[in-house]
């Protein structure tokens, strides 16, 4: 089983950029899709990013298409998500997750996530 940490959270003006980083151990972590999600409090853990195994599909939620950058690094284990021209309303805690269910295409629901770290908060303001 994979265990995740997340990092690089933080206080952030409007326009400013962060990149958060999720540590994985385990390894099956390779061969495994993996996604950033975000919660805001009293609501559930909504969608950011997904990359696949080896990089070579990437998909955004609208919200933060152009300004959002998913990658990973097989040989160290690490996802990443840089984030530029943070918006107020990118206030949130940020999750990765490990994709262990496919609910179909261009879909990807939280349930098909697996093995959320603690999260790492990000703050915007205006």
């Known amino acids: 089983q994979v265990q995740l940490v997340e990092s690089g959270g933080g206080l952030v003006q409007e326009g400013g950029s962060l990149r958060l980083s999720c540590a994985a151990s385990?390894?099956?972590?390779?061969?495994?899709?993996m996604g950033w999600f975000r919660q805001t409090p009293g609501k559930e853990r909504v969608f950011v990013a997904v990359i696949s195994w080896d990089g070579s599909r990437i998909a955004y939620a609208d919200s933060v298409k152009g300004r959002f950058t998913i990658s990973r690094d097989n040989a160290k284990n690490m996802v990443y998500l840089q984030m530029n021209s943070l918006k107020p309303e990118d206030t949130a805690v940020y999750f990765c997750g490990v994709r262990e269910y496919y609910s179909g295409s261009y879909i990807y629901p939280e349930r098909d996530f697996r093995s959320w770290g603690q999260g790492t908060q990000v703050t915007v303001s205006s």
């Open positions: 385990g390894r099956t972590f390779s061969t495994r899709a």
